[in-house]
């Protein structure tokens, strides 16, 4: 077993959680009680559950990610998970990129995707 790939997507999938979890209580549970929210396709409500949903997909997609590398931590190493890996890795880095610059390193999740990223680098054959 591959420990950097297990600690890799067991962080994913804590991030994941804790986005769900901490976002509905701080930002979107907020956001949406406001009382002066635009319609989206003639609809308050309509629009409410679509920031809901995109909201909640980001974990859907952490976790399955997290899952993935749990499961090539599992796996014998070979060249095509490699190509995963690297795959895997790009998408942190440019996730902890992204979160660094537009909230300009206040929000902690970059350096979650940033020690994912680097977990990868380390667990890749």
Known sequence: M????????????????????????????PLLRLGNLPELFGSVAFLRRVLRMAWHVTTVLLCGLGVLLIELA??????????????????????????????RGRHFAWLVFALITALIGLGTP
């Open 74 to 103: 599992r796996a014998p190493a070979g060249e095509p998970d490699r190509l995963v890996l690297s795959a895997l890795g790009w998408t942190f880095a440019a996730c902890a990129l992204l979160v660094f610059l537009l909230t």
């Open 2 to 29: 591959n420990g950097y790939l297990l600690a890799a997507g067991v962080l994913a999938i804590a991030l994941g959680a804790t986005h769900s979890w901490l976002g509905e209580r701080t930002v979107l549970g």
